[in-house]
């Protein structure tokens, strides 16, 4: 896993505006990072930032130390992320629950931040036109809950760009391995230990009629923030704050990732 900059840039210790750095005891936490730099991470979390900071960040931990130091925070607008966490190698199977909805949606669930039962195969939304997907696709059948509502209100924005993917990719059905995962689900399946699944805004999916290296080479240019990745037999795409970040899953089909 790597960072590459895309224009020249100042590394900083703490996500705030270059101009409150300067000049003081915390000069020394700046670093200039030169357009086509490529450092080697050991880990990155995207990093949106509170109100009225310096924009978007990815915090990073460089193999090799910047300045002397390892942890760095690199403004999102800069810089791409690429290249697979070691431990990312998902193995989640579609959703069984699939099929035609009963009239009342099926049997419900209480999510976190609805305040009625939700019919598992109700869709995610109604407004303003029924969405393609249902409840059932985003949580396995009803199995992995959220576990706050700002998970559940994650679901229902990455519903809505899917049903845009959807519509971009000829209106073809989308399949969903794997939508969202709680904790011990995302640790049994294989998947990432900061894995976006967890925070609700990552979908794994395949699309009929279509094979995952067309998917992904039409996505590249619709999707071009947040995560996109391909695997054997899928493609994952995802929400995060930060830089746009692509990456190969292992036995998946090799790419070119931009």
């Known amino acids: 896993m790597r960072i590459r900059i895309t224009q020249k840039t100042i590394a900083k210790a703490l996500p705030v505006a270059v101009e409150l750095l300067k000049g003081n ?18 880990n990155q979390i995207p990093f949106a930032g509170p109100p009225g900071e310096d924009g978007e960040h990815v915090l990073v931990q ?14 999102s607008a800069a810089a791409q ?7 990312n190698n998902p193995k989640d199977s579609p959703d069984d629950g699939i099929t035609p909805p009963s009239p009342d949606f099926g049997p419900t669930i209480q999510l976190p931040g609805i305040s009625r039962p939700v019919g598992i195969y109700e869709p995610v939304y109604f407004e303003p036109a029924r969405c393609n997907f ?3 696709e985003f949580t396995k059948g009803g199995t992995r809950i959220p576990v706050n509502a700002t998970i559940t209100q994650r679901l229902v924005k990455l519903a809505r760009y ?3 993917v959807r519509k971009h990719l000829g209106d073809r059905p989308i399949r969903i391995n794997s939508g969202y995962r709680d904790p011990a689900t ?4 294989g998947g990432a230990r900061s894995s976006r699944h967890m ?6 999916f395949w699309v009929e009629g279509m094979a995952v290296v067309d998917v992904f080479y039409k996505l590249k240019t619709y999707h071009l923030n947040g995560g996109l990745a391909v695997g054997n037999g899928f493609v994952h795409l995802d929400l ?4 746009p970040a692509r990456w190969l899953y292992p036995g998946g089909p090799q790419v070119d990732l931009w």
């Not at 992320?81 to 431990?87: T, V």
Request: a negative charge; glycine letters at 12%; aromatic letters at 6%.
């Open 81 to 87: 992320i690429e290249g697979n966490e070691p431990d």
């Open 186 to 189: 995302n640790r049994r399946v």
């Open 240 to 243: 995060r704050p930060g830089p």
């Open 134 to 136: 249902t409840w059932s």
């Open 162 to 164: 899917m049903d845009g």
């Open 25 to 42: 005891s915390l000069e020394n936490q700046l670093a200039e990072l030169g357009k086509g730099a490529v450092y080697e991470l050991i």
């Open 199 to 204: 925070s609700g805004d990552a979908v794994d």
């Open 62 to 75: 460089v193999e090799e130390p910047i300045q002397g130091q390892n942890r760095w925070f690199i403004p």
